[in-house]
């Protein structure tokens, strides 16, 4: 099996900035793409950032220059650094990674639990 436990989430005042870290763990080959989402209430799940195992990221013009994408694949952990919160980043943030468990290399998706990140005075 495979899990992803996040951590780093919290409450935080606007223009704060927070480091959201997720670990893999279990049944791990290699992991491939790494992505960062987030979805607040009413609206859909949105990607804000991704990641490649060899260090090429993209990311949502929502957060384009306040956050930035990295990885550990030492670790088998992505993080997020956000910064210049804003109220409207208020949100549940998921971190999803694509695991091949054996050699041949069949990537499939997995999702952590989410943490809640909530920007406010």
């Known amino acids: 099996q495979v899990q992803l436990v996040e951590s780093g989430g919290g409450l935080v005042q606007p223009g704060g900035s927070l480091r959201l870290s997720c670990a893999a763990s279990?049944?791990?080959?290699?992991?491939?793409?790494m992505g960062w989402y987030r979805q607040a209430p009413g609206k859909q799940r949105e990607l804000l950032a991704a990641?490649?195992?060899?260090?090429?990221?993209n990311y949502a013009d929502s957060v384009k220059g306040r956050f930035a994408i990295s990885r550990d694949n030492a670790k088998n952990t992505v993080y997020l650094q956000m910064n210049s919160l804003k109220p409207e980043d208020t949100a549940v943030y998921y971190c999803?990674?694509?695991?091949?468990?054996?050699?041949?290399?069949?990537?499939?998706?997995?999702w952590g639990q989410g943490t809640q990140v909530t920007v406010s005075s």
């Open positions: 990641i490649t195992r060899g260090g090429s990221t």
């Open positions: 999803k990674a694509a695991v091949a468990k054996n050699v041949l290399l069949s990537f499939h998706d997995y």
């Open positions: 279990g049944s791990i080959f290699v992991i491939n793409d």
